[in-house]
């Protein structure tokens, strides 16, 4: 499949063939005339480019159309074993990877596979040495690897393919050296984008045309699905709403600048907050460990959450409030349909919902704000790795 139109053809018949294999992903099944008026191409074409897909292996046959009275029309629609789609969500400590089928359909999903990534080509060599591992534990045959999408914190410019989180110089798109190391297409994306295309495809939004994604993680990001699109803005890097100096707090974000929403909305703001309560002699169920000493991780705070510890439940309130808050504003500025929770702290649940939904009723437009719906992911820790396995996918088809 490798050596296929996908790779080789850019002239109109591969625009055509890559038209019917979007419609077919977007919406399921299809006859030959329905084909034809959807792409707004002659039958006799559409024929020929379905025939094609069919030996290339794209497209199959799928039987006769149910409809009663006359001749029956035969149905076409995508090869589920045409190949394969791995996704990989890179986070701080760990990677989550994922494989689907031509279909769409996730066929394997293994999350916290413990890896830090570097701003090193090595370190880049033994990500793409993990995700061939991973393949191969997954039964899937490498050469039937049409793509793989990685995602990335911070801005990410899938055009280009460079990443500045992880930055190895102007010559050296991250994309790059990872397509030379995997000798197949990768694509790279924001993790919060990804999220959201995933909840898009298979998740929570169910296609709904107009939402938001909130990636509260130990950083925070935004993923926006407007008119049905991913948005990405003018250079690619929308949605850095962790970023935007909605705060008087004083604090230093990791970006350089003081006040950031992302240092009272996120897992490292979580991780501070809890923190400063233990200095100021709080108690909690951490309390000894933190008397010892000994390190208190954003993961010890999220169990004491489980344990009901009022000191986490305090802190995850304050960060849920200012969120709120900033997403009382997205509101009243995108008026979207649906505004999707996602991220390490989604297990927080109605700890974070609460005050989440307190602070939008305080401070939104009740006229913009009442047609919104607010929801956790359906998801979970699953949405990055799916919504690689969907990006990468819809680039290499040229869908976005």
């Not at 039964?139 to 989180?165: C, H, M, P, Q, W």
């Not at 500025?333 to 005050?355: D, K, Q, T």
Request: proline share 2%; charged share 25%; net charge negative.
């Amino acid at each position: 499949m490798r050596d296929s139109f996908l790779n080789k053809s850019t002239g109109k018949s591969a625009a055509i063939k890559r038209q019917i294999l979007g419609l077919c992903i977007n919406g399921g099944d299809f006859s030959i005339a329905e084909m034809s008026k959807e792409t707004g191409t002659s039958i006799p074409t559409v024929t020929k480019m379905v025939s094609e897909l069919i030996e290339e292996g794209f497209i199959e046959e799928l039987g006769k159309s149910g409809t009663s009275g006359g001749r029956r029309p035969s149905i076409y629609g995508l090869n589920s074993s045409a190949g394969y789609f791995i996704g990989a969500d890179v986070t701080r400590h760990h990677v989550s990877i994922a494989a689907s089928n031509f279909k769409g359909n996730i066929l394997e999903y293994v999350d916290d596979i413990p890896f830090v990534l570097e701003s090193s080509e090595d370190s880049i060599a033994r990500l793409c040495d993990l995700l061939k591992k991973q393949t191969c534990k997954f039964g899937i045959d490498e050469e039937k690897v049409l793509a793989y999408g990685v995602n990335l914190t911070g801005r990410v410019n899938r055009n280009t393919g460079y990443s500045f989180s992880y930055f190895l110089g102007e010559d050296k798109p991250l994309a790059s050296i990872l397509e030379e190391k995997l000798k197949t297409p990768v694509f790279i994306e924001n993790d919060s984008r990804a999220m959201a295309y995933g909840e898009y495809i298979c998740g929570e939004a169910n296609k709904e045309n107009h939402f938001l994604f909130i990636n509260l993680s130990w950083g925070l990001g935004m993923g926006m699905i407007i008119d049905g699109r991913l948005s990405y803005g003018k250079s690619g890097f929308s949605g850095e709403i962790g970023h935007v100096p909605l705060l008087e707090n004083g604090v230093i974000c990791q970006c350089g600048k003081v006040g950031c929403l992302e240092t009272g909305a996120s897992g490292s703001a979580v991780h501070r907050i809890f923190l400063e309560k233990l200095q100021e002699g709080k108690a909690s169920v951490l309390s000894a460990k933190y008397s010892r000493g000994e390190e208190i991780t954003l993961d010890d705070i999220l169990d004491a959450l489980v344990e009901e510890d009022v000191l986490a439940i305090e802190s995850i309130e304050e960060i849920g409030s200012t969120l709120g808050r900033a997403i009382a504003g997205l509101i009243n500025i995108f008026n979207p349909e649906l505004v999707i929770i996602g991220g390490r702290l989604s297990v927080a649940e109605e700890y974070l919902m609460l005050p989440i939904k307190s602070a939008i009723n305080k401070h939104s437009l009740n006229i913009v704000s009442r047609d919104t719906v607010v929801k956790f992911s359906r998801l979970g820790k699953k949405a990055g790795a799916h919504g690689a396995c969907m990006l990468s996918r819809s680039h290499m088809l040229n869908l976005l």
